[in-house]
């Protein structure tokens, strides 16, 4: 099967970026339904030809890490797609006001206008076709605040004055945007090489706690090894990047790999479960947590492990 053509039309047919969608709130569970398993499809295909994602012709790995982006939760639990489709209405909020204040230039004026947030190596692009003017802005800009998605939409309707380039290339530099784009660019610096440590590899561990314990509901996140070995933080799980992280300490023969194991399912479970927010404060082992880590089938033994690799060293 032809990916490419496959992701196209994907993106073609849930019409995520039309204005219509994004303004009635579409069945945002549906269109997350739809790029999970879109995402899964292509994982297998990659599988099946033994390739890894990041081997993928550049239209599919951006098209690849953009809708794993969109599939990404925020600290917040929501979903990026939220975000996108948010500031997607935001944009076109700002382009009929600057329609209605007469604030489009005179050779834009008669164009119709086409916004969207896309997967893009520039921090917007913008194409003419006829009486069509199709804008392209960087879907690192979801989370901007509304000012400076005003400023992008200024600028490509033709004000494009120092103060309104400023800000959105202001934004650009803000660690919330670079944080965006490392998700969405992941495949290029990551290559799935960060999960092989010297003795176990992250993305096996992974593969079956996923498996035994979640029903594989979950596409691989980013695995890494710390670059320390600390005993306080075996795991950590990073809900900005979708990353998991896990401490040099463990990536050693003596530790049994149901430990690792252990960690993953405790971190997959944080991914699960989410952030509990009472009077401000976070909590996220709660007692519904715990009960559910002790589901884990060797759970005495890992403690018992566990507390003995804290102490040794
Ligand atoms: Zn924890």
Redesign the pocket.
Known sequence: MDMQQQMDSFVNTTKLDTYKISKNYPDLLQMHQDILSLIKCTEQICQEHDLSPSRLPDPSKLAYGWLRFLSTEKKNGDLNLEYHLKSLALAYHYLSKAQNEQKISSLRKKLSFHLTFYNTPALFRARQQGMDFFVTFHEGFIHAPPEVIESLVLVVSGNDTATHKAKFRTYALTKAFSENNQVLKFLDNHDNKTAMGRHYNLENIFDRVNHEYFDNMFTQPRLEWSRTHSKRNLGAYRPDSNSLIFSKILDNPKVPEFVLEFVMY?ELL?KQMGIKIVNGRSY??TKKFRSAERQFLRYDEVEKVLRSLVHKH
């Open positions: 405790h944080h996220s082992h």
